[in-house]
């Protein structure tokens, strides 16, 4: 089986949310289990490349001048990298003050374009496409190809200006959007199978609430829509082997978790005190909840919790953390930037991890949490009710604290339970190992993705 997997973001290569991190734990997955995947990313400047060689693709015109390189990554391996006019940016999708590129439509466009050439020119038995920036390639391959579209989120679907539908071939039509352009949406009904990133997402997308404008063209898939949830990359997230944690523990041996509690109180600059610390690793945007969170902290003087949140990602919400924490050093912690050291410091060294999510179609920190024995907090939205059991509903098999309402309101309730949890040993330790415990690795995942190609292939 060979796979051409297209992406706009890989981890370690380019990084900006979950995608980049599931899309490599899919294919670091399908690949030790004997997938044949070409990954294909944007070339955003400065990857090297050994082995490189140039390849040759036909594209229209309109492309503008594109190279195509491929050779092999120090980690992830054989990579093809393209480049278009206009791609190398010092971020893939917005400028400094977080506006999305003018260009990016062109860019991306034209990136999709030499997708579609080379599963045209290498003729893979699958082409696996994720989310809007890759979708385009549908509207113009030159020969069908068994295709899998991911929905990573629907937030984003690339829409632009009703011109590019001359680019689109004679699906055109399919990508037409009220006056404008929508490669996700002529992806969706264009795509063999629609993967949504956990069963729960495949079955929230279908209904008005959560479906972004493409409810209906979703509930129209059927069968062709599948929900798969997303692993982690366990070679990544391992308490046990972790080179940027205090002191390396296990499930079997939680000693060294109370080395990285102290560290993190330490590097929150707090007085050490047994009080439980709540940990947030998040980008900054509405999705994520932030501001419902900080409502809910307004409550805290009632519940003995202290915060320590890593963030980026809009000015907005970075100030308000930052306002929040400098009003109350000594229960809040901001640190503004995308830190991977740091992120795993907080999940090895809170005891509870909260996300609130509006919507989440899977989430990837939930999981990395309860691996790390961090008690989770979230939402009862997408992947978040898919992979953690609200541990007062289920005495014997919750894994966290859920609130059913996206609000303060439940917020506060949940975390005042988790707290509560916390401080009581015994229930503490139950529910933490039940979390690290379970299975979050891609192994399953990708199972299910082989059966999908196999589904389609044939
Ligand atoms: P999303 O893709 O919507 O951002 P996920 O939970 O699926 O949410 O994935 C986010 C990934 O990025 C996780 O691996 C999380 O640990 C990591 N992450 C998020 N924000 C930061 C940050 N500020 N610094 C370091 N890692 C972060
Ligand atoms: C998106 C979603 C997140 C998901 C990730 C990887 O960024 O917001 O929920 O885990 O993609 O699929």
């Not at 670091?28 to 990857?47: F, M, N, T, W």
């Not at 495949?202 to 209906?216: K, N, R, Y």
């Not at 978790?257 to 600059?269: P, T, Y």
């Not at 998040?282 to 909840?289: F, N, P, T």
Request: net charge negative; aromatic share 8%; hydrophobic share 45%.
């Amino acid at each position: 089986m060979n796979v051409l997997f297209a992406t706009a973001e890989f981890t370690p290569v380019v990084r900006v949310g979950g995608l980049a991190e599931a899309a490599a734990g899919l294919v670091r997955a399908l690949r030790s289990s004997g997938v044949d995947v070409e990954v294909v990313l944007p070339d955003y400047g400065g990857v090297e490349l050994s082995g490189q060689t140039e390849v040759h693709v036909e594209v229209p015109e309109w492309v503008g001048d594109v190279r195509v390189r491929r050779g092999a990554h120090p980690s992830v391996g054989d990579l093809t990298l393209v480049h278009v006019p206009g791609m190398d940016r010092p971020h893939p999708y917005v400028d400094a003050h977080g506006e999305g590129w003018a260009d990016n439509d062109h860019r991306f466009m034209g990136f999709a374009a030499v997708v579609a050439a080379l599963a045209a020119s290498t003729g893979p038995d699958v082409m696996h496409l994720n989310d809007w920036h890759t979708a385009a390639a549908l509207g113009m391959t030159h020969a069908p190809v068994p295709t899998v579209l991911t929905i990573h989120t629907l937030g984003y679907q690339g829409v632009t200006h009703r011109g590019w539908l001359d680019h689109l071939g004679h699906d055109a039509h399919r990508f037409a959007w009220y006056d404008g352009t929508n490669p996700l949406a002529g992806a969706i009904e264009l795509a063999d199978r629609v993967i949504a990133v956990s069963p729960n997402y495949a079955s929230e997308i279908v209904t008005p609430e959560a479906g972004m404008g493409l409810h209906d063209r979703l509930a129209a898939l059927g069968e062709r829509l599948v929900g798969i949830r997303n692993g982690i990359d366990t070679a990544l997230w391992d308490p046990e082997t972790d080179p940027h944690i205090a002191q390396n523990y296990s499930r079997i041996d939680l000693a060294g978790r109370d080395v990285c509690k102290n560290a993190l109180v330490e590097i929150a600059g707090w007085e050490p005190a047994p009080i439980p610390t709540v940990g947030v690793v998040s980008r900054l945007v509405e999705q994520k909840g932030i501001d419902l969170l900080l409502h809910a902290f307004r409550f805290l003087h009632t519940m003995p919790g202290r915060l320590a949140v890593l963030g980026a990602g809009s000015a907005d919400l970075a100030g308000a953390l930052a306002d929040a924490a400098a009003a109350s050093p000594d229960q809040i912690w901001f640190f503004d930037g995308y830190d991977e050291t740091l992120a795993h410091q907080i999940f090895a060294g809170s005891d509870l991890f909260v996300m609130p999510s509006r919507f989440e179609p899977c989430g990837l920190a939930q999981m990395q949490a309860m691996t790390y024995g961090s008690i989770p907090v979230v939402t009862d939205v997408g992947g978040l009710h898919d992979t953690v059991v609200d541990a007062d509903t289920d005495r014997s098999y919750g894994t966290g604290f859920v609130t059913p309402t996206v609000d303060a309101v439940g917020l506060v309730d949940a975390l005042h339970r988790g707290v509560r949890a916390v401080r009581h040993a015994g229930r503490r330790g139950a529910i933490q190992k039940r979390g690290m415990s379970a299975d979050w690795s891609w192994e399953i995942p990708a199972a299910h993705h082989r059966d999908v190609y196999a589904e389609i292939s044939r």
